[in-house]
């Protein structure tokens, strides 16, 4: 029993759960709480039981290393555990503090008396992994809270600050104090009262009007959850609850989450959960290595990256020292941030007051000299390597020993980069997404040169300043912009071959991408491609770059910011609107290029665009670009709209099989006048499909 501290005080047993860091239910901590709650029981000294936390307080719920393992379901599993405590002949108590969380809070929901800091954090967020909660939650959860809180708190899966549920019956003390003496309090006054076991089972849910709010919350819900079945299901649960007796509404609990566990929806919301938590993992690094601490940091340019890359930094409290080379340019991004702060302030969610708290810590400079001190400079001038050359060399003059120097570049080679320094073990590359400050994901860019400990320290500053980050090796577009160039080049040869952009993007936007590839291609701005493909036609003669948006480009159409691009858009609007220019101007391309136009079936875009990036997905796997499939799935969900619902381009392409992708692929290589190179599938993805294996089973990958 080394996971629970088992105690007599007097005649209360005190049972402290001790699994750090945040006591889940894992398979050892269950029997032991079953073996204690045994020795209690039999113990005549004893005549209540103390379940309290430690750490960060109550428990998590379960132990998400035993997923999908044989132990998460070992016995005794959590039910057993919960009828252990019901069924209790001697009144159990559990005293909350911390977290109490999903299974954490369907144990206190199966004690029979509670008490709660005002501070304690309880959900119910299964949810979010695309389930219910399984063990009784949405049965006990509205007999204390009532109906409508209950729902709200399941089908949002938030936590919820106890004080806010103090009076209702979920609570039978709180208390501001001491935790464990409060619940012994409450122990002894139960003994001396006489009171024994109360169980939640036996209260009603009174509810006037059922019926109507039943159907709003039904209509409701299945309007905000979209493809998801989960929230839909939790309101089935609980109307369960409300109707029927409670060992049926445990039943209908039960049958609702075996149907969820099995759903593909969950099993992509779960995918991402386990693919978050292996992508902190660093292959071929010692455990032992020491973060370098990062108090100030500096960025170089104050451009439309630099910008948000400055407000992620002071919206985690990090001082920013912000380089221009003009007081103009300087001013304007300035202005730039503070504009961008305007809509938190109309929201509510920022005050005039903490904004300038905000503002205060950039220091903005035209001098490198202030650079001095910093722990960390990022980077974000034009992408252009003389100038690069010239910062860099600047920054290695300056910035003392020790400090990391990253660059923001997009496609510049970092290792060229690292060179044009003294200390190559010291830079990286930190590849933000545009708008910095919104977008979660960071690609950090491992050169062949960083030290463990540069790498190691980004990643510590990725989760500080709340981005999902995601190791990367130096190619050209590394993983994201490697992987939608194939995806634009896909898109683009079915423009050719028949189909029309808003056909193109309304086939993928109902596969679930957040952007067809042209609206995308618009927002980004078509002049951005347009110069990459006139610097690689000079690089390389022998090849064809056409592609047109060239045309666009060179009828001034760069997309949104010119108000016309693939689509037109109104003055001041950001819809995008087919227009009969574009489409003539396809045509003639089409002529140009001497294709006779056939039809293209919505089917054939969604396999073509997406099949395009499992297969350059797995070229970057194999080449060891990205560390593992899962952290691809996590860039393209992140940086890309991928509908998390499919879990990723590479979860995507394990469930649909992928010998049915190497087949599809290998089949649209084979056809007339195709780019065979371009579409035979990647030895790693034939390979799989060859063994009848998935991405997920290769080794290191997230689940
Ligand atoms: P931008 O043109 O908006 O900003 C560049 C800024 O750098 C300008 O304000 C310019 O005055 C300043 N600058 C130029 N030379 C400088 C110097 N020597 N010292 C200090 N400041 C200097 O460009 P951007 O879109 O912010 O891109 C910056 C970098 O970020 C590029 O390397 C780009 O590839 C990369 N990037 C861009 C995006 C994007 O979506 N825009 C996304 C990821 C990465």
Redesign the pocket.
């Known amino acids: 029993m080394s996971n629970l501290d088992f105690e007599v005080s007097g005649a209360v047993a005190v049972l402290r759960l001790d699994n750090p860091p945040v006591n889940s239910l894992g398979h050892e901590l269950r029997r032991a709480i079953v073996d204690a709650l045994a020795r209690a029981e039999d113990d005549p000294a004893v005549q209540a039981v103390v379940l309290i936390g430690s750490g960060k307080g109550f428990s998590g719920g379960a132990d998400i290393r035993e997923f999908g393992t044989p132990k998460s379901l070992a016995a005794p599993n959590l039910h057993s555990v919960l009828r252990a405590v019901e069924d209790c002949s001697k009144p159990v108590i559990a005293a909350i503090d911390g977290v109490c969380m999903g299974g954490g809070l369907e144990l206190a929901l199966a004690c029979h008396y509670r008490i709660a800091t005002l501070e304690a954090q309880l959900a119910l967020p299964e949810v979010k992994l695309g389930l219910l909660p399984g063990a009784g939650g949405s049965q006990r959860l509205p007999r204390v809270v009532g109906f409508e809180r209950a729902l709200n708190m399941i089908v949002s899966g938030n936590p919820v600050r106890a004080g806010e549920l103090r009076g209702t019956a979920l609570f039978d003390a709180m208390t501001a104090g001491d935790l464990r003496a409060a619940a012994l309090d409450l122990a002894r006054a139960l003994i001396a009262e006489g009171r024994g076991p109360k169980r939640v089972r036996d209260l009603r849910i009174t509810m006037p009007d059922a019926e109507a709010y039943l159907q709003f919350a039904r209509n409701t819900v299945r309007g905000l959850a979209g493809p998801y079945p989960a929230p839909p299901a939790c309101v089935e649960a609980l109307t369960a609850a409300l109707k029927e007796p409670f060992e049926a509404g445990l039943r209908r609990e039960r049958e609702l989450f075996v149907t969820l566990m099995a759903s593909p929806e969950s099993a992509a919301l779960r995918h991402i959960f386990q693919a978050e938590r292996a992508a902190s993992h660093i292959n071929g690094m010692p455990a032992a290595v020491a973060t370098r601490p990062i108090n100030r940091v500096g960025v ?8 948000g890359i400055t407000m992620s930094f002071i919206n985690a409290g990090l001082p920013v020292t912000l ?4 007081q103009e ?1 300087l001013d ?2 300035l202005a730039n941030i503070r504009r961008n702060y305007q809509g938190a302030l109309r929201k509510g969610s920022l005050t005039e007051a903490r904004l300038e708290q905000r503002l205060a810590l950039i220091t903005p400079t035209l001098q490198y000299e202030p650079l001095r001190e910093v722990d960390l400079v990022v ?5 252009d390597l003389e ?2 050359r ?2 860099f060399e600047r920054l290695d003059a300056i910035v003392k020993r020790g400090a990391i120097l990253a ?6 080679n970092l290792d060229v980069i690292a060179r044009f320094t003294q200390r190559p073990q010291d830079v990286i590359g930190l ?4 708008p ?1 400050n919104i977008m979660r994901l960071l690609e950090v860019v491992r050169g062949a040169e960083t030290a463990n400990d540069t790498l190691a320290t980004a990643m510590a500053l990725a989760k500080t300043i709340g981005k999902i980050a995601v190791v990367a090796a130096v190619c050209d577009g590394f993983i994201g912009n490697r992987m939608v160039a194939r995806y634009g080049m896909a898109a683009h040869d079915l423009l050719v071959a028949g189909a029309l952009p808003q056909q193109i993007d309304a086939a993928l936007q109902n596969f679930g991408m957040a952007m067809g590839p042209f609206r995308m291609a618009d927002l ?1 701005g078509l002049d951005i491609g347009w110069a990459i493909r006139k610097r690689r036609a000079a690089e390389f003669p022998n090849e064809d770059f056409a592609n047109v948006a060239d045309i666009l480009c060179e009828a001034g159409r760069f997309g949104q910011k010119t108000g016309a691009g693939f689509y037109r858009y109104e003055a001041g609007a950001r819809e995008a609107l087919p227009d009969a220019a574009v489409t003539a101007i396809i045509e003639r391309y089409r002529e140009a290029k001497r294709v006779v136009p056939r039809t293209v079936s919505d089917a054939e875009i969604v396999e073509r665009c997406i099949y395009a990036l499992i297969n350059e997905g797995a070229r970057i796997v194999a080449e060891g670009i990205a560390q593992r499939s899962s952290d691809v799935d996590l860039v393209y969900l992140n940086g890309y709209g991928f509908p998390a619902y499919r879990g990723g381009p590479m979860f995507y392409g394990d469930s649909v099989g992928l010998m049915t992708v190497a087949r599809a692929l290998s089949r649209i290589a084979a056809a007339p006048g195709g780019d065979a190179a371009f579409w035979t599938p990647a030895p790693l993805l034939a390979r799989l499909a060859r063994e009848g294996k998935t991405f997920s089973e290769l080794r290191g990958s997230a689940t």
């Open positions: 170089v340019g104050a451009g439309t990256m630099g910008g380089l221009e080379t003009t340019a304007r991004g980077e974000a001038v034009f992408e100038v690069k010239k910062v660059s923001n570049t997009s496609t510049l590849h933000f997404f545009s910095a980004a």
